[in-house]
């Protein structure tokens, strides 16, 4: 609870009901918002050189990645590129997974431990793998 007291204090919009483990690393408060009831696991990073946006009722397991930014490997001089990552309403990403600048983990979707997800996850499906690939539909009573 005061880690989010503080987290709001440095500039973050954290929702209600927000568990947020003291593990968890964040680079910079005002790039990040998290909506209602939704929870951020262990040892996660959320590595916000841009905009990092997780919706309500969102899990992120243990050890879960979200890096904004990345090197621009067509240069010689490798300098920083960033984009934001979005993680909407009801989405799940299980344990010890990355996802990279620029995705979207849409509505409902749900990212398999240990993925990878390097382009946009569509709503409502089972991914995994690294790179993460569409396996099944989820479907919730």
């Known amino acids: 609870m005061f880690r989010v007291y503080l987290l709001r204090m440095f500039g973050a919009n954290i929702g209600k009901g927000v568990k947020l483990d003291p593990n968890v690393i964040i ?18 990073e959320l590595y916000s050189f841009d905009q990092i946006t997780i ?18 490997i067509r240069s010689s001089s490798f300098p920083t590129i960033h984009a934001p990552i979005l993680v909407k309403n009801q989405s799940w990403i299980a344990a010890d997974t990355f996802v990279g600048m620029g995705v979207v983990i849409n509505q409902g979707a749900v990212l398999g431990a240990r993925s990878s997800a390097f382009k946009s996850i569509p709503e409502w499906t089972v991914n995994v793998g ?6 099944g539909i989820r479907v919730v009573n």
Not at 55 to 72: C, F, I, N, W
């Open 27 to 44: 680079f910079d408060p005002r790039l990040l918002s998290i909506g209602d009831n939704s929870w951020v696991g262990p040892s996660c």
């Open 55 to 72: 919706e309500s009722d969102v899990a992120l397991a243990q050890h879960v990645k979200l890096y904004t930014v990345s090197h621009d």
């Open 130 to 135: 690294s790179p993460a690939k569409t396996i």
